[in-house]
């Protein structure tokens, strides 16, 4: 594909997700129409389609493109600070990073039935794959460097501190509210739950966040270029 027409694909594809993220802002997961977004963005429906195979796809891919961005400010932050690649620093990190994009916020407190159709979308799948490899890789980078807690089952704490931090972002639908606990305090309290339950009781030498790092942030670069492909398909180089 020319360079020109990839640049022309992309600013289209930019141009219907705008379209669809400020509807996805207004109305929510369940009003979000293929032909209220093409409207929006002044373009036939059969247009979106060429991008996207159906609202679902679209759906995805909305949410993919601020997943990257969200990727790419935690690369950034290990980068600059390597302790960022810890793992209680980096579900704090994610988590307020999710939380104050609308777009993420509004996927993590969806419904079960909305969550249901967003997780069976085909391009989900190859997603979620890219997604348990970045894991996996952090994971294992802290192991390596003895930034967990020795006998540590690496499986057994992605699904628990993943568990962990669903609990935190579907908390305020489910609780009273209370405005003492506000982002950056419930922020705290999930990377405090973390620490105390899979990482060394006295705190690692900086040095070895240092070592960690670079795998780490390799990790979370590749899951932010699956995010692209994810929203952008054919139109993503």
Known sequence: MATTQRADLHRRADA????AAALLTELGPRGLRIEDVAKRAGVGKGTV?????SREHL????GARDAEAMYRSIVDAIRADPGEAALHRYLRRSFLEAM???IL???FIADEAELGAFAGQPARSELAETERTASREHLAALREHRLLRPGSDLAEIDYAAQAI???F???PALLPDDPRFTLESRADQLAEVVHRSFEPVRRPSPERYAAAAPRVAGA???LADGFRRAAYGTAAD
């Open 16 to 19: 219907l997700l705008d379209a």
């Open 59 to 62: 759906l995805l891919a909305v």
């Open 220 to 222: 979370f670069e590749r």
């Open 105 to 107: 916020r509004s996927i």
């Open 100 to 102: 104050r994009r609308p």
């Open 169 to 171: 972002f579907a908390a």
């Open 165 to 167: 931090a669903y609990g």
């Open 49 to 53: 389609y060429l991008h996207w195979a």
